[in-house]
């Protein structure tokens, strides 16, 4: 398995785990809530809103599994991008062969053997 399905896949685990885990939450939250109101107690209510504030963590935490699923998703389009920087592995002769052949193809001229190069530029008559 490649990172970015690992990637996918643990994300997809956390994301149900959230959902579940606040479906749990509202769930018992309905229950304590009943359990409060029948027995009127103030620890009951302090209980009631423990799990309140537990649930909305979650919520949080799943906005925030988004944020970071969406700060990937652009980190790997970034590095998909194109090639910002070329770089050129062979002799100036090579180099400047290739940058004549895209310019003018007939306006220079190379010896190799004795490496001079001899740039003869068209004249506006040719």
Not at 38 to 48: D, G, N, S, T
Not at 87 to 116: C, W, Y
């Amino acid at each position: 398995m490649s990172d970015s399905n690992n990637e996918k896949n643990d994300l997809e685990f956390t994301r149900q785990t959230y959902y579940d885990l606040i479906q749990k939450g509202q769930e018992s939250l309905d229950e304590m809530m009943n359990i409060a109101s029948a027995l009127e107690h103030p620890r009951a209510f302090e209980v009631v809103a423990g799990l309140i504030k537990n649930v909305s963590e979650v919520n949080d935490k799943l906005i925030d599994l988004h944020k970071k699923k969406n700060e990937l998703s652009r980190n790997t389009q970034a590095l998909e991008g194109g090639t910002t920087n070329n770089l050129f592995v062979g002799s100036t002769v090579e180099l400047q062969r290739m940058l004549q052949d895209i310019k003018e193809p007939e306006a220079i001229h190379i010896k190799d053997n004795e490496n001079i190069i001899e740039f003869n530029p068209k004249s506006e008559d040719d």
